[in-house]
């Protein structure tokens, strides 16, 4: 036991008494058993968390209180000048250890469909991306630009509709793109979690599709240092990654955290040939430090990213003939050995994002939090051009600066019910190069946002808790963009936004025009949990949800480089609104365990990004996909499982289903995931080295449900021939196998080994979800070791 007498003890006048209350900090409550130490002495609080302590000396005094589940506190007492003195403990969340004591602090909401990946499942993917990792939770699958390029889809929606929240930051990477893929690095979170719709409303009320919330593993208040590396290498790409980071804390509350990871790959290989020019080299970087101590705290951090990645190249082909059968043929054009080089076309993405948050905790009233981001997303893209010099410069450069300031209040101090109240600010510039020679894809803007939002929980009892929820958020955009006169007229925008035009008569027959919108949203939420028989946990829940159109929606006029289209977005468009119900039942057993989660989503000019046609430019043959609104409505199924055999086996399985169709004629929506289970069985032998043996199949339907094709004219054979650009591939089962063991290290240090070969029966497929489908097949065989080394 800790004790400090810090002056000088006369014992003849030591006859002055110290009383007072050991309370909970957080609600107020007295703690009974509290002991207040000091000089060889140790006194207890009774049931009401009171205590007298007699035959102190007029000096001043160290004493120390803990209590079971709380973090200790020493605190000075001068008796000169105090006889009375209450003592506070945190006993609820304690944010410095990450002791939890309730479901509501383990969950981010109540009633809605959410699943966490811990950091154990995390490190299996140090070396994928944040979208293949999230594969791992039923109900979410992704939209692929070959093996590289990953963007999370949840319950079938994607891009703006499903939220990035990394390190407490909102991402503002220009996730509009169907091949931008989220700018993080997988290795920077602690665990990551999914919610399945518009529920969590503090992080945004326009995440019709889900929120994905990166958070980092949290700092003990204690002096201590830690670390892990992960190194893994792979057969496909014949390349790997390495990622290391180090974390300093002090018993004071100050920490200190670094992290870093690098990646390179060379081309990857389909079965049977290599996808040419499919590298990727990335690099990531971040740092943090600040303090966190029990009442207030502050942090600050920094992180970096920018990677490299090559389209694959048959993607760009050069007359309307080379692309129709490209994609009815099913064979590249262009297939060479493989290399680490990275040709055009291709990407290079930076990254900047740079954080200080700041808290104070109120005592018996609760927590306020405020945080100022930074985020600056440079984005290049490379196509192949006619000379070698031009080849040098960007057909796409475009460069996004926000700046955002949150700030919330969380009532938290009764135990029975919670408020948490906020607001954002947001400024956004994007400001697109003219230098590139090209027609700028996207034009110069500028962008505020404001939201406030109140959210509430309350627990009815012990087994039943209520959650409710509003939002307002106000978008204000400024753009100045030049349209070609032929696409101005086509679109027929002089009927409606003639009073938008600056200039008529700009060279090369454009014109400048100054749109300008804003839009009003509002979102709510209300659900209920139930838990019964100690295992079974019911959920549901109904979240309204509105997004304004993102400015590809609006703007898009052009060729985009690395998606290999024209894109066509339309001023006219307005906001999407979405009616979700969502409800799940779940049991968590020692035997076994089960969880079933339908839900239904009616969403009213829902935003459509489809392909109508083949246009020619000087780059050559592209589809044209234009943006237009519908009314839709998703519904679908999650199902997952497991069942533990005996204490060696254990099986698990996941299914899930999406529909989508528009409600006026019942035609199916692209890119809707397919059907899918995945089920795996496991064999663990902790006596051996901790050694798990792993098989995984997952079989993937084929989506019967696609718009119909189209028909294109070939000018040199004067036909008219189908274009199966909507044409799905077929079924295809792939199986996995994993190998892992642990060997202890000194110092409480330990070494794991992993072996893992994906498409292990190396079969030729096809995803619908990827859009380099239309030139190539998926990834073939490939054998990865992986090292994990925790110090």
Not at 525 to 550: C, H, M, S
Not at 562 to 583: A, F, H, M, P, Y
Not at 663 to 689: H, Y
Request: charged share 20%; hydrophobic share 35%; glycine share 8%.
């Amino acid at each position: 036991m800790l004790f400090i007498s810090v002056s000088h003890i006369t014992a003849q006048d030591c006859q002055q008494t110290l009383s007072g209350n050991v309370i909970d900090f957080h609600d107020g409550i007295p703690l009974q058993g509290a002991t207040i130490s000091f000089n060889d002495q140790v006194v207890e609080t009774d049931e009401n968390g009171v205590f007298t302590i007699r035959g102190l000396c007029p000096t001043s005094y160290a004493f120390t209180i803990e209590h079971e589940a709380c973090n200790s506190q020493v605190v000075l007492v001068d008796m000169k000048k105090e006889s009375t003195k209450n003592f506070y403990l945190e006993h609820h969340l304690n944010e410095l250890q990450e002791v939890t004591i309730s479901k509501r602090t383990l969950d981010k909401t109540l009633s809605a469909q959410e699943q966490t990946l811990s950091q154990d499942v995390l490190e299996n993917y140090s070396s994928a991306s944040l979208g293949d990792a999230l594969k791992e939770i039923a109900g979410v699958s992704s939209l692929n630009t070959g093996a590289t390029i990953v963007k999370p889809i949840i319950q079938g929606l994607y891009g703006s509709r499903v939220l990035i929240i990394n390190n407490g930051v909102r991402m503002q990477d220009m996730e509009w793109g169907d091949e931008h893929a989220p700018n993080v690095d997988v290795n920077t979170a602690g665990k990551i979690t999914v919610v399945k719709g518009a529920s969590a409303l503090k992080y945004g009320g326009d995440a019709i599709g889900g929120t994905v919330i990166m958070e980092p593993g949290k700092v003990p208040a204690k002096d201590t240092i830690f670390g892990k590396t992960v190194i893994t290498g792979h057969t496909n790409g014949r390349g790997g990654s390495l990622t290391s980071q180090l974390v300093k804390g002090y018993k004071e509350g100050w920490f200190l955290k670094a992290q870093g990871t690098v990646k390179r790959f060379g081309d990857f290989e389909a079965s049977e040939y290599v996808l040419t020019n499919t590298g990727i080299s990335e690099r990531g970087l971040s740092a943090a430090f600040g303090v966190n101590k029990f009442t207030y705290g502050w942090d600050a951090y920094y992180s970096y990213f920018e990677n490299e990645i090559g389209v694959l190249e048959a993607s760009h082909v050069g007359n309307r003939r080379s692309l129709l059968e490209s994609i009815n043929n099913m064979q590249p054009d262009v297939i060479r050995d493989f290399t680490y080089d990275i040709g055009n076309p291709k990407q290079n993405v930076t990254h900047h994002l740079g954080r200080l948050r700041i808290f104070k905790r109120f005592e018996e009233l609760g927590k306020w939090t405020t945080q100022y981001d930074f985020q600056d997303n440079q984005r290049f893209e490379f196509d192949i051009r006619r000379t070698e010099e031009l080849s040098k410069k960007p057909s796409l450069d475009l460069e996004l600066t926000t700046h955002t300031i949150t700030s919330d209040f969380k009532f938290d101090s009764k135990s029975n019910y919670e408020l948490n109240v906020g607001f954002m600010g947001r400024y956004q510039d994007n400001f697109a190069d003219p230098g590139t020679g090209v027609r700028r894809l996207i034009p110069d803007y500028d962008k505020y946002d404001a939201g406030a939002f109140i959210t509430g929980e309350l627990d009815i009892n012990s087994n039943t808790s209520l959650e409710a929820g509003m939002r307002y958020d106000y978008n204000y955009i400024n753009a100045k963009k030049f349209y070609q006169n032929s696409r101005w007229e086509e679109r027929n925008y002089q009927e409606d936004f003639s009073e938008i035009i600056i200039d008529n008569n700009v060279s090369g027959s454009q014109l400048l025009a100054n749109p300008i919108f804003d839009y009003h949203s509002f979102s709510g939420t209300i659900g209920v949990g139930y838990d019964f028989k100690e295992k079974y946990e019911f959920r549901a829940n109904y979240a309204l949800a509105q997004r304004a159109p993102n400015p590809s929606e609006l703007f898009s006029d052009g060729l985009h480089h690395s998606s290999s289209r024209i894109e066509v977005g339309d001023l006219r468009i307005v906001q999407e609104t979405s009616n979700k119900l969502s409800v799940s039942l779940h049991k968590n057993g020692e035997k076994f365990g089960w969880e079933i989660a339908p839900f239904i989503n009616q969403i009213d000019d829902f935003i459509i990004l489809e392909p109508v046609g083949v246009n020619f430019t000087i780059r050559g043959e592209f589809p044209v996909w234009n943006y237009r609104q519908t009314d839709a409505q998703f519904y679908g199924i999650d199902a997952t499982g497991y069942l533990n055999w005996n204490t060696n086996w254990t099986t698990s399985h996941r299914f899930s289903l999406v529909k989508g169709y528009e409600r006026d004629d019942d035609q199916a929506l692209i890119n809707i995931p397919a059907p899918n289970t995945i089920n795996s069985v496991t064999f663990t032998k902790p006596n051996w080295s901790g050694l798990k043996v792993s098989l995984e199949s997952q079989y993937h339907f084929r989506q019967n449900e696609v718009p119909p094709n189209f028909t294109i004219f070939l000018p040199d054979t004067q036909e008219e021939l189908t274009l199966e650009i909507n044409t799905p591939p077929d079924a295809y089962h792939l199986l996995n196998l994993d190998i892992s063991t642990e060997f202890p290290i000194k110092n409480k240090s330990s070494l794991q080994v992993g072996l893992a070969i994906s498409n292990l029966m190396d079969i030729t497929y096809r995803n619908y979800l990827n859009r380099q489908r239309f030139f190539a097949d998926d990834l073939g065989r490939n054998f990865s070791i992986r090292v994990l080394i925790n110090y």
